[in-house]
């Protein structure tokens, strides 16, 4: 059942460096993410322009032949878990997805620690060259990648001050603790428009599920088809221009006992005649980090709902692990073939 009468909080954070308006922005936040887990943001800075043009080449990039795509697999970048994935590579709740996409991440060099260590996620981002932009008419596709990412990784900090203020925390209590040197995952992901009998290989663009790490920034395109699982039953989150869809992620809920949901979701199979695109940017804790429930908080009533989540997961258990072994524990199961070749 889907409840259209029932919508997500838009929230303009354009006077967030007022001291006047901080506290009452970190307010309507601190009710978002107690009802929802989800909500719009405006006044973000992020301009139209560099979001337009990423969207442009991204169209450009996945129009290509398949056997081009292919030359920049998942496969060929290892242990970085970086590059292109076909339609239906990408498992949600043990259903392959109705979309392909791009995996990517913080450009690393290989004399950073983390590589130098062989950690799982980190490397260098595998994407067309200079001169294969120039050859498949996509140039300007990696610089303008990474000039979104670090637009939007800036925009995560702050929106992550505000839920630290929406706490009654020290503004950069997470910043000191877990995302200093943030894990930043993207993803570019193109949702083809299916029809007649085509529809019947696939369920849902995306399966239900909820992110892993503390917050989530998306941009989508006009065609839409998110849907939230609200307190009585599911509801659009549809496309709003001038603004990024925010949600909380797994470790959020757990560093906050539950107070903040980590909100199930979903994409619905894209039948609209038109592809649809979605850029999400996981704004992480850093992959050593050991997640810990914020003192001073009070838990939240049965907060173990392991046996309604969509995963089985109880994030309030007492286990102590790093951000990455749950992190690994999880996309294990989105490249399940993946996963045997390079993990």
Not at 15 to 36: P, T, V, Y
Not at 198 to 212: A, F, I, L, Q, R
Not at 237 to 247: D, E, K, Y
Not at 278 to 297: K, Q, R
């Amino acid at each position: 059942m889907i409840e259209i009468a029932e919508t997500l909080p838009i929230i303009d954070i354009s006077l967030m460096k007022d001291d006047s308006q901080r506290d009452k922005i970190a307010d309507e936040i601190e009710k978002a993410c107690r009802e929802f887990g989800f909500f719009y943001i405006s006044g973000h800075g992020i301009s139209q322009d560099l979001i337009q043009r990423l969207e442009d080449l991204s169209k450009k990039f996945f129009a290509l032949k398949e056997e081009i795509k292919m030359k920049w697999r998942m496969e060929l970048a290892e242990k970085a878990w970086r590059g292109y994935f076909i339609v239906g590579g990408e498992y949600t709740s043990d259903l392959p997805d109705a979309k392909q996409g791009l995996y990517l991440g913080s450009e690393l060099d290989d004399d950073h620690e983390m590589v130098k260590n062989n950690t799982p996620i980190h490397g260098k981002n595998l994407l067309p060259s200079d001169q294969e932009e120039k050859e498949y008419d996509i140039e300007g596709f990696r610089k303008t990648i990474f000039e979104y990412m670090d637009q939007v990784t800036l925009l995560g900090h702050s929106v992550m001050e505000l839920i630290a203020l929406s706490l009654k925390l020290p503004r950069n209590y997470f910043n000191e603790k877990y995302t200093k040197d943030p894990l930043i995952l993207f993803r570019i992901f193109n949702y083809p428009s299916f029809k007649g009998e085509e529809t019947n290989n696939y369920k849902w663009g995306v399966g239900e599920h909820s992110d892993y790490g503390l917050l989530t920034l998306l941009y989508q395109d006009k065609v839409g088809g998110l849907q939230v699982r609200a307190k009585n039953g599911w509801i659009e989150a549809p496309p709003i221009p001038g603004t990024f869809v925010c949600n909380i992620g797994d470790m959020l809920e757990r560093l906050t006992r539950g107070n903040y949901r980590s909100t199930p979701h979903r994409v619905r199979l894209n039948t609209s005649g038109e592809t649809r695109i979605s850029f999400p940017l996981f704004f992480d804790p850093h992959f050593n980090s050991l997640p810990t429930a914020i003192e001073g908080l009070q838990d939240v009533e049965n907060q173990d709902d392991s046996a309604t989540r969509w995963d089985h997961v109880n994030l309030h258990n007492n286990t102590t692990y790093t951000y990455g072994e749950y992190l690994l524990g999880k996309i294990g199961k989105v490249f399940p073939d993946l996963k045997k070749k390079v993990l």
